[in-house]
């Protein structure tokens, strides 16, 4: 009997098995085409289909305006590190950032090539949760206010939409949460995200911009990141990434069947839950950095042995948990620690196994 999986990997994650089924199918023939989905020309009436499918889903399922634009993109998030400033600085030339981890700060210095880069709270390392709104600083005359909704690395995650000044588009990556709760699109100018979290697989990046925000790149703007050029073409003005697309699309049908966004947000809060109260019943045995108002429904970041965590402690945690088929819990060579990624397509099942295997870990460890 093969060995049962629980697979908390940040990224690339775990694909619902359903849909991984219906894939493996599709990579032989895809329906009636007598070729593999892979081989599907992207100029061709079969994967339009695919294309019209997921656009179709995708704004069904996040109830996206028809003032907004998908565009199925390449070059990942750190791709869109530069694109959005070249798409939305030209305004004003200043940008407002909202930086509470790795990621934020790695766009925010990307953003410095194109125009002047405000840091809305003072950036300071280690990144423990998101700064109170009072000691923010925004700029009314800024292009946009950019932010993370929830920073992998550290674990942080902000629990509500950030108020920003009236007239000024906001900018959010939801590259990790994407797709796992309800979202009020027109709050924001532009939302993106890569895939490969909770939508589907490495390789396309969903990008959703607000319409008025298209036509005023830096002249600068390569063509492949010109959102108003791709916007034309239906993300057709080169060869798309047509695979990824196709799983993307898969994905969010599943998410669609399994009860859309509010039933992903009860499994999330469910599923996070279960180890953030073993975190804290640990007495100390097991601890988490994160303010507890920023800790993350995605990546529950904890360390194992006290508060600044007992390397040789964690490194048998993982290893622990790797015989058992608990896999790719370690944490970002950053930070160190243990990271727990809870992912749409991680089950509870799963979850409590992890669960499970952390307090018995905790009674043969705890001397």
């Known amino acids: 009997m093969a060995q049962q999986i629980s697979y908390f990997s940040p990224g690339p994650a775990k694909i619902p098995e359903e849909v991984l089924r219906g894939l493996q199918e599709s990579l032989i023939h895809y329906k009636d085409t007598n070729v593999s989905v892979l081989e599907l020309s992207h100029r061709s009436?079969?994967?339009?289909?695919?294309?019209?499918?997921?656009?179709?889903?995708?704004?069904?399922?996040?109830?996206v305006p028809g003032n907004y634009k998908l565009l199925f993109m390449q070059g990942g998030g750190t791709g869109q590190f530069?694109?959005?400033?070249?798409?939305?600085?030209?305004?004003?030339?200043?940008?407002?950032?909202?930086?509470?981890?790795?990621?934020?700060?790695?766009?925010?210095?990307?953003?410095?090539?194109?125009?002047?880069?405000?840091?809305v709270v003072p950036e300071g390392q280690p990144y423990t949760g998101v700064p109170d709104r009072s000691c923010w600083k925004l700029d009314p005359d800024a292009s946009y206010v950019y932010?993370?909704?929830?920073?992998?690395?550290?674990?942080?995650?902000?629990?509500?939409?950030?108020?920003v000044p009236p007239g000024v588009p906001l900018v959010?990556?939801?590259?990790?949460?994407?797709?796992?709760?309800?979202?009020?699109?027109?709050?924001f100018g532009l939302i993106y995200g890569g895939a490969q979290k909770n939508i589907g697989c490495a390789g396309v990046t969903l990008v959703i911009v607000r319409d008025d925000l298209l036509g005023n790149p830096l002249p600068t703007c390569p063509v492949v990141l010109d959102y108003t050029v791709m916007t034309k073409h239906r993300s057709l003005y080169n060869t798309p990434p047509t695979f990824p697309i196709h799983v993307l699309g898969e994905v969010i049908a599943w998410v669609k069947k399994e009860g859309g966004l509010a039933e992903m947000e009860r499994r999330s809060l469910e599923k996070s839950?279960?180890?953030?109260?073993?975190?804290?019943?640990?007495?100390?045995?097991?601890?988490?950095?994160?303010?507890?108002?920023?800790?993350?429904?995605?990546?529950?970041?904890?360390?194992?042995?006290?508060?600044?965590?007992?390397?040789?402690?964690e490194k048998k945690f993982v290893d622990a948990a790797s015989q058992l088929g608990l896999l790719s819990l370690k944490g970002h060579r950053s930070v160190g620690g243990i990271r727990a990624s809870l992912y749409n397509a991680l089950t509870l099942a799963d979850v409590q196994r992890l669960g499970q295997f952390m307090k018995k870990f905790q009674q043969e460890n705890k001397a």
């Open 45 to 63: 009436k079969d994967f339009d289909a695919i294309l019209q499918k997921a656009e179709t889903v995708i704004r069904e399922v996040l109830d």
């Open 82 to 119: 530069a694109a959005v400033p070249l798409n939305l600085i030209s305004r004003t030339g200043k940008a407002d950032y909202i930086v509470t981890g790795s990621w934020s700060s790695k766009a925010a210095k990307e953003a410095a090539k194109y125009g002047s880069v405000n840091l």
């Open 147 to 163: 932010y993370c909704a929830n920073e992998t690395v550290e674990g942080v995650e902000f629990q509500s939409v950030p108020e």
């Open 172 to 187: 959010c990556d939801m590259s990790s949460n994407y797709f796992t709760r309800s979202v009020d699109v027109s709050k």
């Open 273 to 313: 839950k279960i180890l953030y109260s073993i975190i804290e019943e640990s007495h100390g045995f097991y601890s988490s950095p994160v303010d507890p108002g920023s800790r993350s429904r995605m990546n529950v970041v904890f360390r194992v042995g006290g508060a600044a965590g007992e390397e040789d402690l």
